[in-house]
DNA sequence: CTGTTAGCGCTTTCAT
DNA sequence: ATGAAAGCGCTAACAG
């Protein structure tokens, strides 16, 4: 039915080690001859089959990704950049949803992945000490988006300079009240933005010499809703905070529903800034702190693919992210 | 290095075959040996290369699932699904991501699924003839969801009575002019849920006896920026609609908010309904026509499975839609 | 119930 | 520059 290798020959009049050569780009093979081979595989519709090429040759073509979402903006906006760098390379994508908890235990249990990829590349997971050697045990390399950790190469933000940059914005236009809407600092999938989020908020607010206020930091799911809960939470207290920083847009988003639905203005009453610059937050008029996401995606793919090759380069790499100022907390000197 | 068959086969004594057979659970193996089989692959880590298992099986233990977008709701929410259940089959999930016209046409001129795959999952893409062609060409089972064609299995819903009923439901309420927020019917991707929502549109306004007009029905992107832009349109109107349909709910987002920056109520002023009953739909108290995404994913993923064991019901399934009434349209009797 | 053996369709030495 | 042949690590008859 389907042609095989073979057929290729017979009709190209040469062995299939001569095929094989010619369709890979191999070199020492005559124009001539390649040419033929060409000629014959085309017009037998012919295709190498994977499976076959890469139980002779030991290499996978793949490269799994594990993230513990896929229909979260940031997440979606990986696999979308990894997939495409991957495609172009002649890569498979190999994808591993971990879910939940159990989802999570399950996969490190299995390790699925085992014999079948080239390489991994893991989003935003922080790995016990086991998780990271199971992926180690895989003798192959693993690249990390989001975190960090000696001995593997990875690409992240500084997360806590980020933050920083975020709140510095509202202290330079004279807050000194200012709340925290973050991310639960320990939920099951033990994400390390949160954390590091946090820290930079509170380092700001302690150069600027303010103390922290606990009853200030409003902590829930990192979602519109978490957002929106949170900063009820915030506006039920005594003494409000004229300025939120939310540690992601999604929370931000939250935050302005309940804030107007108080009936208060934004920036005069409260001003709000989040963190990430996603899709919808030109339109939605909130400044925010941007991350490079594509750009991250885009570097570490690139490296782990020259890792397979050889390079071994398990270097780090920290891009920077902008602070992007919009209606949410434009106007100047409005606390006073 | 890493175990292979003939090491466990060494280990408990038997041969690979049995081994082959003890640890995919065959029958006709003896209880004591099956033990002794699974204690041995156990103590040395072993699991088969799935290479070598497709290369003499001929099955590749793998759907591939085809998307347009990977960053949006739908989409997200499918892929979501579909990787649970294949992955609780064992099968592996192969991701393919059109991206543009361009990733598009190059997909279907490599079909990079070819022996590589048991079965696809097309998600949402009318497809040419030629397209259809491709697929069916790869000789294994073929299932659509979002669309139905015959002679594949596939899973929808009824765009055209969801809409219906969202605008019927504003009819209820006594709202007689009535703007469509859509999305642009000659899109690349060309897909179908756009012109079936407005056809739904269309009829319910013809069996309410309403006129239709043109200048009430404004496409865009199917975005909240889209749906923003709309309204937009729409309030400029002389003869402002005071109920808005819009097509997807993140379109519905984007109206709410041109709504409210125009100072204008709702849904005193306006009413608005939106699609899909999405993760935000809730919180931002809209109404709107629910869509069971996992459900038609499980539906369809399951039937592909059987698919590939060779029950071949070609058959579309329908799966309800269902009105949600929130804030958004609650005032009753809010037009006179 | 278990073992023997012939492939699956390539890639990769090693010759020539 | 090209061909012959030996695997890659399994599965699937076929015997027994």
Redesign the interface.
């Known amino acids: 039915?389907?042609a095989s290798i073979e057929d290729v020959a017979r009709l190209a009049g040469v062995s299939i080690a001569t095929v094989s050569r010619a369709l890979r780009g191999l070199p020492d093979v005559a124009t001539a001859t390649r040419d033929r081979v060409l000629a014959a595989a085309g017009e037998l519709d012919y295709?190498?089959?994977?499976?076959?090429a890469?139980?002779a040759s030991g290499r996978?073509a793949t490269v799994g990704v594990v993230v513990p979402?896929?229909?979260r903006?940031f997440f979606?906006?990986v696999?979308?950049t990894v997939?495409?760098a991957l495609?172009k390379a002649g890569f498979?994508?190999?994808?591993?949803?971990l879910?939940d908890e159990a989802?999570r235990a399950a996969f490190f249990d299995v390790?699925?992945m085992?014999?079948?990829v080239d390489a991994v590349l893991v989003a935003s997971l922080v790995l016990s000490d086991e998780e990271f050697d199971s992926l180690a045990s895989l003798?192959s390399p693993v690249a990390l988006l989001g975190l960090e950790r000696p001995g593997f190469l990875s690409v992240r933000i500084d997360d806590i300079r980020a933050a920083y940059q975020a709140v510095e914005h509202l202290l330079s236009i004279g807050h000194r009240r200012i709340g925290l809407i973050g991310g639960d600092t320990d939920d099951p999938m033990r994400f390390t933005p949160p954390l590091h989020r946090r820290d930079g908020y509170r380092d700001a607010l302690r150069d600027a010499g303010i103390e922290a206020d606990p009853t200030a930091e409003v902590l829930g799911y990192f979602?519109?809703?978490g957002g929106?809960a949170a900063m009820e939470a915030l506006l039920g207290l005594a003494d409000r905070p004229t300025a939120i920083f939310a540690e992601s847009d999604e929370m931000a988003y939250?935050a302005l529903?309940t804030i107007?639905r108080a009936h208060l203005r934004v920036p005069e009453d409260v001003a709000v800034i989040g963190f990430d610059d996603q899709?919808?937050a030109e339109?939605?008029d909130l400044s925010t702190v941007r991350q490079p996401v594509a750009e991250q995606a885009t570097d570490i793919t690139a490296r782990l693919l020259a890792a397979i090759d050889g390079d071994v380069e398990r270097t780090n790499v920290v891009l920077p992210t902008e602070l992007v100022v919009r209606g949410t907390t434009r106007t100047e000197c409005s606390v006073y």
């Not at 295709?47 to 076959?52: E, K, T």
């Not at 498979?92 to 949803?97: A, G």
């Open positions: 039915m389907v295709i190498a089959s994977p499976f076959a890469r139980l996978a979402f896929v229909n903006w979606a906006e696999i979308d997939e495409t495609r498979d994508l190999l994808l591993y949803n879910g989802g390790m699925p085992r014999k079948r003798g979602t519109i809703g929106s939250g529903r107007r899709s919808n339109l939605m």
